[in-house]
């Protein structure tokens, strides 16, 4: 696996690492499940993706779908900008004797080093306000090959304001167009606490 590379930190990712390393910090984690999501299953039962093929999970906090990649023979990359869930995803990888690429890079700056063929989106893009969200998508149509695969977890709050922010299907529509994204396939949802739930969507890059 080659080693991916970031650009220079600029105020906003400082910002971003500032802001969440203080919730780890403070042990302010409610979004983690304490293992695998069970949208991650739905993805794999539905990807065209074999063992081998190179994956970035974006945002992946403590990252318990990491292992679960790894373990099924795909090349993972965990990419998040806070220092303590970076740091306890190697610890997980090494304890569980599985290997990783994990990052601790801003998101909105990071690239591979060459084009990935799939990223699992999981609580990562409802992280950022709306207004990183147009960057957000350039970076994951960059990131990925044409034909590579997005599986996108669109959180559904119901409410103003975040994070997590309110991820609307029309609003995401046009966020990941269809002149740059085949929405594929749609694979139900996944519940969160106090009436959160994420749509999931398997989106082909074109
Ligand atoms: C709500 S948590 C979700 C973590 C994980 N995906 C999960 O489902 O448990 C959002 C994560 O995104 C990370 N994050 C926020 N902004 C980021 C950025 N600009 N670049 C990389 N990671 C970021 C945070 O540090 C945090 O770990």
Request: net charge negative; with cysteine.
């Amino acid at each position: 696996m080659p080693n991916s590379e970031s650009s220079p930190a600029d105020s906003a990712s400082v910002d971003a690492e500032a802001d969440w390393e203080a919730r780890y910090q403070a042990g302010s984690t409610r979004w983690d499940r304490g293992g695998p999501s069970p949208s991650l299953e739905q993805w794999l039962q539905r990807t065209a993706l074999k063992p081998g093929a190179r994956i970035v999970v974006p945002g992946c906090g403590f990252g318990h779908e990491v292992p679960t990649l790894a373990a099924r023979g795909f090349h993972v990359i965990g990419l998040d900008v806070a220092p303590t869930p970076v740091e306890q995803l190697r610890s997980d990888l090494d304890h569980a004797g599985l290997e990783a690429d994990v990052v601790q890079a801003d998101m909105l700056s990071w690239r591979p080093e060459a084009p990935v063929d799939g990223v699992y989106e999981q609580t990562s893009l409802c992280a950022l306000p709306p207004a990183q969200w147009p960057a957000y998508e350039r970076q994951l149509h960059a990131w990925l090959r044409p034909g590579g695969e997005l599986f996108a977890c669109f959180m559904q709050t119901g409410r103003e304001g975040g994070p997590p922010f309110h991820c609307a299907l029309p609003a995401m529509r046009e966020l990941f167009p269809a002149d740059r994204w085949d929405w594929r396939d749609e694979a139900g949802r996944t519940d969160h606490t106090n009436g959160k739930y994420e749509l999931l969507h398997r989106l082909i890059r074109r």
